[in-house]
């Protein structure tokens, strides 16, 4: 079952969504960003946040098991954090011009202002900021 938290209007509200490891996880991912983005007036991150979200998805759907996608604001960042159920850590390959694979971090990397993971209790976060200039305020 899916669980979406909706924020009320406060700007530092936390969007989270929980997510089965099926094909469209990455989808569902993708459509809460757009929401908490636009809601937010940060349409100008929605290209790179569904980018890096859509890879985290994948990634925790097809190497971990359950995830949970959160959006959150953090003084000037926003962060993108995807909670899974391994313990595994995502490792960034090195370019390898010969395969089809390994290409979702250096993704991450490259748009990203910072991304890293950490271990929890029952699996890891891994998590990207990206930088948030607030929308200009209506006089
Ligand atoms: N959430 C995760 N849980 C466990 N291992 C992970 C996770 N994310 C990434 N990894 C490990 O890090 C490696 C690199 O991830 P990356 O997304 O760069 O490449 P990929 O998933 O193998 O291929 P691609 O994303 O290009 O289709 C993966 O092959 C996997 O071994
Ligand atoms: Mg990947």
Redesign the pocket.
């Known amino acids: 079952m899916n669980v979406v938290t909706l924020p009320d209007t406060n700007a530092f509200a936390r969007y989270t969504l929980a997510l089965s490891p099926v094909r469209t996880a990455p989808h569902l991912a993708r459509q809460l960003a757009i929401c908490a983005l636009t809601g937010w007036g940060l349409q100008d991150l929605i290209d790179g946040v569904t980018l890096i979200v859509s890879?985290?998805a994948?990634?925790?759907a097809?190497?971990?098991g359950e995830l949970a996608l959160s959006l959150f604001q953090d003084g000037g960042d926003l962060v993108i954090e995807?909670w899974?159920s391994?313990n595994?850590?995502?490792?960034?390959?090195d370019e390898d011009l010969g395969s089809l694979?390994?290409?979702?971090?250096?993704l991450v990397s490259a748009i990203a202002r910072d991304w890293g993971w950490h271990p929890v209790r029952n699996g890891?976060i891994?998590w990207a900021r990206m930088k948030a200039d607030p929308p200009p305020s209506r006089m």
Request: charged share 25%.
């Open positions: 890879e985290l994948t990634n925790s097809l190497h971990a995807m899974d391994s595994e850590p995502p490792e960034q390959q694979h390994g290409r979702g971090l250096v890891k891994t």
